[in-house]
């Protein structure tokens, strides 16, 4: 006899006794039940559908995968940009200071030598403002 997927046992439960047999019976009833129930070509059409899901699955895998490859890309140009960026404004930055500091000096002169005339534009700032 040939054991179903349920039995658990190598050998036909027939052998086992009368309670094995009983049980065993019953195993088989079910078995029979559950085969009669599923049909062939509904079991083939589940594997066609899980086939045509698999490779749906697969192309949207590969159009991510170009996706990030794009990306990465964009990402690699972009921080070349950024870099460049970043550098023009540190540049920027120095020159800025550099005038700044200019401007800090000249005014020092100038108020060195004519600290009166400072006194008076310092006055007329204040009150406009």
């Given at each position: 006899m040939?054991?179903?997927f349920?039995?658990?046992?190598?050998?036909?439960?027939?052998?086992?006794?009368?309670?094995?047999?009983y049980?065993s019976?019953d195993n088989a009833?079910?078995?029979s039940?559950?085969?009669?129930?599923?049909?062939?070509?509904d079991?083939?059409?589940?594997?066609?559908e899980q086939?045509?899901?698999?490779?749906?699955?697969?192309?949207s895998n590969?159009?991510l995968?170009?996706c990030n490859?794009?990306?990465?890309?964009q990402?690699?140009i972009?921080?070349?940009?950024?870099?460049?960026h970043?550098?023009?404004?540190?540049d920027?930055?120095k020159?800025?200071n550099?005038?700044f500091?200019?401007i800090?000096n000249?005014?020092?002169?100038?108020?060195?030598r004519s600290?009166e005339?400072w006194?008076?534009v310092g006055?007329?700032?204040?009150?406009?403002t």
């Amino acid at each position: 006899m040939k054991n179903c997927f349920f039995c658990v046992c190598e050998t036909s439960c027939r052998e086992l006794g009368k309670k094995m047999a009983y049980v065993s019976t019953d195993n088989a009833q079910f078995c029979s039940n559950v085969r009669n129930v599923t049909n062939r070509d509904d079991v083939t059409a589940i594997i066609k559908e899980q086939k045509q899901m698999l490779q749906n699955l697969e192309k949207s895998n590969q159009m991510l995968l170009n996706c990030n490859r794009i990306a990465e890309k964009q990402q690699e140009i972009l921080l070349g940009r950024i870099q460049h960026h970043t550098l023009v404004l540190v540049d920027m930055k120095k020159d800025l200071n550099s005038i700044f500091s200019r401007i800090r000096n000249l005014k020092l002169k100038l108020q060195s030598r004519s600290s009166e005339s400072w006194l008076v534009v310092g006055e007329t700032h204040e009150k406009v403002t």
